[in-house]
């Protein structure tokens, strides 16, 4: 099984910042890495897959980078929105799925 | 537009027997891998499996494999997770997920199903 590892576990962080979340793989996962948002009583939300494509509707705001175990998440210009938590996966080796253990975005 | 509309909440008692599902609409569903994720109270996201409703084969998570039973409906356009035999530990909410095109993440997801297990 390959484990995701997050970091930072939470981030504090004001309007307007620019933002890099992180997520590491225990093995090379290539390109099959999405992120997701989840805002509380939402279920998540796919922003970014096979690395560095925006899904539909995501702000240009949102950006991924990174290859085979290191990948990183980068808000541009936090708005208030995106306070949330993110939550990356791999879906190269499965089953199982793998989900990071999330980042909390917080003011 | 496609869509995950899953059944509304339950409570049961430990030991009870409970099964949910998740109906998909606007989309082939015979064609596409569709199963659930966990999330604990306060916790992160868990897989638990899936299923292809084409030909019921099922995938799980080793942490769930032998804990959960999942299936689908092809004729009803519906997914189930079911289980025999509740423990407080199941109180979570479960959500029910479709695979993208030809890929294993995760662009669709249903509402939500919160399930309490308490005595």
């Known amino acids: 099984e390959i484990v995701m590892t997050q970091s930072p576990a939470a981030l504090s962080v004001s309007p307007g910042e620019r933002v890099t979340l992180s997520c590491r793989a225990s093995?090379?996962?290539?390109?099959?890495l999405a992120w997701y948002q989840q805002k509380p009583g939402q279920a998540p939300r796919l922003l970014i897959y096979?690395?560095?494509t925006r899904a539909t509707g995501i702000p240009a705001r949102f950006s991924g980078s990174g290859s085979g175990t290191e990948f990183t998440l980068t808000i541009s210009s936090l708005q208030s929105e995106d306070f949330a938590v993110y939550y990356c996966?791999?879906?190269?080796?499965?089953?199982?799925?793998?989900f990071g253990q999330g980042t909390r975005l917080e003011i | 537009e496609v869509q995950l509309v899953q059944s509304g909440a339950e409570v049961r008692k430990p030991g009870e027997s409970l099964k949910i599902s998740c109906e998909g609409s606007g989309y082939t569903f015979p064609s596409y891998w569709i199963g659930w994720v966990r999330q604990m109270p306060g916790k992160g996201l868990e897989w638990m499996g899936v299923?292809?409703?084409?030909?019921?084969?099922?995938k799980y998570s080793p942490s769930f494999q032998g804990q959960v039973t999942i299936s689908a409906d092809k004729s009803i356009r519906t997914a189930y997770l079911q289980w025999s035999s509740l423990t407080a530990s199941d109180t979570a909410m479960y959500y029910c997920?479709?695979?993208?095109?030809?890929?294993?993440?995760?662009?669709?997801w249903g509402q939500g199903t919160r399930v309490t297990v308490s005595s």
């Open positions: 093995q090379s996962v290539s390109r099959y």
């Open positions: 299923v292809y409703p084409g030909d019921s084969d099922v």
């Open positions: 997920v479709r695979f993208g095109d030809h890929t294993a993440m995760l662009p669709y």
């Open positions: 996966q791999q879906y190269d080796k499965w089953p199982p799925i793998t």
């Open positions: 096979g690395v560095y």
